[in-house]
């Protein structure tokens, strides 16, 4: 088996599971953020959130379109992490 046939079989099988674990990360620091203001009563900063957000879309939409349509995982897992 060749370096890019072993590449290609990790990537099918160990990436869309590390793809899950970030999300997951991501939601559950939301979750925590959204929990912790409730109890304490601090302002967030609705802006700062948002742009971070349109960042990290950006960044998510790129992995996919790279992994998805380009065929390129080096640049599709640089996008995702």
């Not at 046939?5 to 899950?20: F, G, K, T």
């Not at 979750?31 to 959130?49: I, K």
Request: include cysteine; glycine fraction near 8%; hydrophobic fraction near 55%.
């Amino acid at each position: 088996m060749g370096k890019l046939a072993c590449s290609a079989i990790w990537h099918r099988a160990v990436a869309p599971l590390l793809q899950r674990i970030l999300l997951g990360v991501v939601f559950a620091i939301i979750g925590v953020d959204c929990a912790w203001a409730s109890v304490r009563h601090f302002d967030l900063d609705l802006t700062a959130y948002l742009g971070l957000a349109a960042i990290a879309f950006a960044l998510l939409s790129g992995g996919l379109y790279y992994e998805r349509r380009r065929n390129d995982v080096d640049l599709s897992a640089m996008l995702f992490s």
